[in-house]
């Protein structure tokens, strides 16, 4: 089983849609998850971090559910400018971040 | 305030040949990760320095690979007798802070292309 698993995509929507990631996780001694963006291959930039009680920065909204494992990203009014690949990342161990495999938006006009 | 930089960013190397890769971590920054992306799959770690020390490399290849974090200087991956299957992105990332490991910012990769 991955560290990190994610929906596989390619997710394709239509601007102004609502999309949904999911990623579960199987280490439960986890203490950090975030959720970084990666465009065409280049080097992945923090999108958020994720907390227990959810938080929200814009049209972007992101919750973890510990008992479950599970985090997720929410993006409303989707843009074209947000096409890009969305990773899941968790750190349990020291500086090791664990990256999920992607999952690939393309939002189309 | 200068990104992480890393160079070369395009590198392409016969078979056997010798490649290193360079990283200058942000300022202020002294903790440095390694990551690798294969093509078509996700980032992997790599290995985690810090000045003079290597902390963690259990994701480093038991053979042919190497890094480094000097006093003075960039932190090298070096990797010996390349393969074709060391093609990949090797991204680094700097941290500012022992309690802040996971506040990691990337620099722009360095492709390296084995033929």
């Known amino acids: 089983r991955k560290e990190v698993e994610q929906d596989p995509g390619p997710f394709n929507v239509p601007e102004g849609a609502t999309v949904a990631f999911n990623c579960t996780y199987s280490?439960?001694?986890?203490?950090?998850f975030f959720w970084y963006r990666q465009d065409c291959r280049k080097e992945p930039k923090l999108l958020m971090s994720v907390y227990s009680s959810g938080n929200e920065d814009g049209r972007f909204t992101a919750q973890l559910n510990r008992a479950s494992q599970y985090i997720s990203l929410l993006i409303r009014d989707s843009k074209l400018s947000d096409s890009a690949t969305y990773l899941c990342v968790v750190n349990y161990q020291g500086g090791k971040l664990i990256f999920g495999q992607g999952t690939e938006l393309s939002v189309k006009p | 305030n200068a990104g992480v930089m890393q160079n070369p960013r395009h590198l392409v190397r016969r078979r056997g040949q010798e490649a290193r890769l360079r990283c200058s971590p942000m300022k202020g920054h002294s903790h440095v990760y390694w990551y690798r992306q294969l093509p078509e799959e996700g980032l992997k770690f790599m290995v985690y320095l810090q000045k003079e020390n290597i902390i963690d490399e259990s994701g480093m290849p038991k053979e042919r690979f190497s890094a480094e974090f000097p006093k003075e200087g960039p932190s090298i991956l070096r990797i010996q007798q390349v393969v074709r299957g060391d093609s990949a992105a090797y991204f680094c990332a700097s941290s500012p802070s022992a309690t802040k490991t996971y506040e990691q910012y990337f620099g722009p990769g360095t492709r390296l292309t084995v033929t």
């Open positions: 280490n439960s001694a986890s203490q950090s």
